[in-house]
């Protein structure tokens, strides 16, 4: 398994930008997700990139929370994926989990513990 470990997160304000990486061995190789869930609400996703590079966001799936704002990238040398979020709200705060796809299927089923991020001024 790849086991998949999240960085980067914090408290940060309103209208500030914060780079959440996700590492693990082989990362290259997979197709990797970001998620999201907020206390007492149900696990979105937010952003998913395959090993050639082709991403995808919610809004790709009808939720337009980040359209614009984030972004997600991969270095295949340093086996990391990024997450860059910029233009932060309250609404984002969330624990943000880095998810990888490591059968065939496309279900994300390599899950990280989560990094949290906290929009509050």
């Known amino acids: 398994q790849v086991h998949p470990v999240e960085s980067g997160g914090g408290l940060v304000q309103p209208g500030d930008s914060l780079r959440l990486s996700c590492t693990g061995r082989?990362?290259?190789?997979?197709?990797v997700g970001w998620f999201r869930q907020a206390t007492g609400k149900e696990r979105k996703y937010v952003a998913g990139?395959?090993?050639?590079?082709?991403?995808?966001?919610?809004?790709?799936f009808g939720d337009d929370s980040v359209k614009g704002r984030f972004t997600i990238s991969r270095d295949g040398a340093k086996n990391t994926v990024y997450l860059q979020m910029n233009s932060l709200k309250p609404e984002d705060t969330a624990v943000y989990y880095c998810a990888v796809v490591t059968k065939p299927g496309g279900v994300y089923d390599d899950w990280g513990q989560g990094t949290q991020v906290t929009v509050s001024s």
């Open positions: 990139i395959s090993w050639t590079g082709v991403s995808t966001y919610g809004d790709d």
């Open positions: 082989d990362l290259s190789k997979y197709t």
